[in-house]
């Protein structure tokens, strides 16, 4: 079973997935350091300090990694809803999102532009349009332990087949930041 972690820059999506690979049974593969480490990309954006991955690139090499003998491969990426069919989103509310991404030294511009995609649902709605199956978790007020303990929820009622309640505990859209837009 492949599942993506994904989620705007700053949602959580590393700091739980670390956690995660010290469990058995979940191969992890942090796809944007892998990006970096094998050139998986096509262009490097210098004005907007990051690269553009080439995702057929980035597809192959996640089907090579697959490891079967793991129970679930996790893909942790803000681009990982490109990729798996089962989607996990992280959100976390603007304001808190804010002081995550001032304190990584990201310019003026680059912090403006992820907090506009958080408050937008960006990700979510591409998520939802590309996706079989997409869960949606608020980490704002949660610990990195909850949020695995969440995700781990998710997987069990993915692998049992059931998960109906579930996917009213996670709905996606469930959260709101419109109110950030219009201050
Ligand atoms: N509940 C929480 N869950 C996860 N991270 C949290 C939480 N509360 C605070 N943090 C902090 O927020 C930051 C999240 O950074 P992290 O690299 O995990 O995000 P990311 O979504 O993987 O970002 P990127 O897409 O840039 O890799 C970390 O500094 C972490 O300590």
């Known amino acids: 079973m492949l599942i993506g972690i994904t989620g705007t820059p700053g949602t959580g999506k590393t700091s739980v997935t670390k ?14 350091e892998l990006i970096k480490d094998e050139k998986l990309y096509s262009e490097v ?13 980035v597809y192959d090499r996640i089907l090579e990694l697959q490891d079967k003998s793991y129970t679930v491969t996790i893909v942790d990426s803000h681009l990982s809803h490109h990729i798996a ?20 030294n990201y310019s003026e511009e680059k912090v403006k532009e992820n907090l506009e995609a958080e408050a937008l649902d960006i990700i979510l709605a591409e998520a939802v349009e590309w996706c079989e199956k997409v869960f949606e978790i608020n980490t704002t007020e949660e610990s990195a332990e909850k949020t695995l303990k969440n995700i781990m929820r998710i997987i069990g009622g993915l692998r049992n087949g059931n998960t109906g309640e579930l996917e009213e ?3 996606p859209g469930s959260v709101d930041w419109c109110d950030y837009l219009f201050d």
């Open 169 to 171: 505990e996670f709905r």
């Open 85 to 104: 069919d089962i989607v996990i989103v992280l959100r976390t509310d603007p304001a808190v999102l804010k002081e995550r991404l001032e304190k990584r």
């Open 19 to 32: 956690l995660l690979e010290e469990e058995p049974y979940y191969q992890v593969i942090h796809l944007n």
């Open 45 to 57: 954006d210098a004005e907007r300090d990051c690269v553009v991955a080439d995702m057929d690139m």
